[in-house]
């Protein structure tokens, strides 16, 4: 059925993680989608940094805060080659995607003027809502809603109607966290250009399962968290066209981020250094680029492929259970399965699941817009990841299966 | 019987599952046996905040006595519901003010209690509590 572009079962050697038992039975990690598992190779440079050159960086003269920042600063030029930035000083070590849109947010709000608009997607995560909102409070400008559709893509002829040359930026995901689609970035970037607007994607959701060309893209600033990707919790990337970082004010005061204080007067440091205030989290970050290294020697073909067949897999044997319905089902999506079955609600079967070792995240996802448009009040989300199997999905359904029998 | 009773009683009946899924079961048929509170009072004032589920819960007295009603839109909320106010419905405020929670860790649903777990067990106890402080102070 699934036809292996790697060896499963080697990879999954590199996760001690799914190893353990949860409740007697054996882990299924079915919230990947939420955060992804720790491969062994980030959790030893996690180690090899504390036991061996743990230092602050940019400022010590001696050996280990040199070793330090040289390692550091090699995670970005990582990350810069992953994400084919043009220059490691439009990547911004950020504490995660969350902290990448706030950053941007606030940049704009001197950027910005009353009736200046704002469009956002319906498909979006809260984080990439009430930044926003909190910017057009502070500014005046107008918030717009690009609306979705029933099969969870949004409605581009809609998104056409609300650009203008009042619009001075575009906020959208990569790809929806609670359904998996994948939107049309590259029409959304363009189209926005097209009336001068600035455009932000979030890809905490694409950038476990597609490698993003931001030269490519053309887009202005794109930002990710490193735990979706077998990275650490608490740190990530924005990445912005030098041409943006170089308009927007620094976000935090500190130390890192200037060039000189007096107390009349301080210059900031360059970029990235202007918006990396305070001491980063350096051994985040280098286990960062650890995550980038670990899955680029997999390949992200490979894992694109192989999740693709997990999906379809799943979707299929999902559905042959009475009175399942799976939202959002376009074609163009990642393995995210967001699922009802009728009569039942979400958060019993995400109990009974989890009373049989399956991990699934249950609720409203943080998209209550998108829970409100289908009209109900959460989803269970199974998402996987390339290191899930076939077998784990046959041990979702029959326990999904389980669950629906003790629940009617 | 007093709340100490009940819950004794309720941990008695625990105590002969064998495993989480007989109790799971049991769990579920208490659920259906909830007494329903009237449509008129599933309210939003009546949702108890902290629950990734829905759950309404009304109180009222009769005599000296406070009873309670209950409803939720997911059946495993609605059992816990059920076995709490199994134990604390149709007692004195006082009694319901001054009643030990610990039988919950007693019946194997400890996992429920802690603050984070989103069917916020710990919310409903909290809540009951309130209503029966909120009547004590009326019946004084």
Known sequence: MIQTVFDILSIRKDFPILNRKVNGYPLVYLDNAATSQTPQKVIDTIVDYYSNYNANIHRGVHTLSQEATDVYEQARQKIQKHFNAAKSQEIIFTSGTTHGINLVANGFTTLLEKGDEIIVSALEHHSNIVPWQMLCERTGAVLKVIPMNLEGKLVMEEYHKLLSNRTKLVFCNHVSNALGTINPIEKIITAAHNVGAAVLIDGAQAAPHIKADVQKLDVDFYVVSAHKMCGPTGVGMLYGKEEWLNKLPPYQGGGEMIAEVSFEKTTYADLPHKFEAGTPNICGGIAFGAALDYMNAIGFDAIAQYEHELLQYATQELLAIDGLRIYGDTKEKTAVISFNIEGLHPYDIGSILDKLGVAVRTGHHCAQPIMDFYKIPGTVRASFSFYNTKEEVDILVSSVRRAKTMLS | ?140
């Open chain 2, 1 to 140: 019987m007093s709340i100490k009773e009940i819950q004794e009683e309720i941990v008695d009946e625990f105590s002969m599952f064998e495993d989480w899924m007989q109790r799971y079961e049991y769990m579920i048929e208490l659920g259906k046996s909830l007494p329903m509170i009237k449509e008129q009072y599933k309210t939003d004032d009546n949702i108890i905040k902290g629950c990734q589920s829905k759950v309404w819960v009304h109180a009222e007295l009769e005599g000296d006595r406070l009873v309670f009603t209950a409803d939720s839109d997911a059946i495993i909320t609605k059992g816990i519901i059920a076995i709490l106010i199994r134990a604390f419905s149709n007692q004195k405020p006082k009694d319901i003010i001054d009643a030990d929670t610990s039988f919950i860790d007693e019946i194997g649903l400890k996992e429920h209690l802690s603050p984070t777990r989103a069917n916020g067990l710990v919310s409903m106890i909290k809540q009951l509590k309130l209503y029966a402080v909120a009547y004590q102070t009326q019946l004084n």
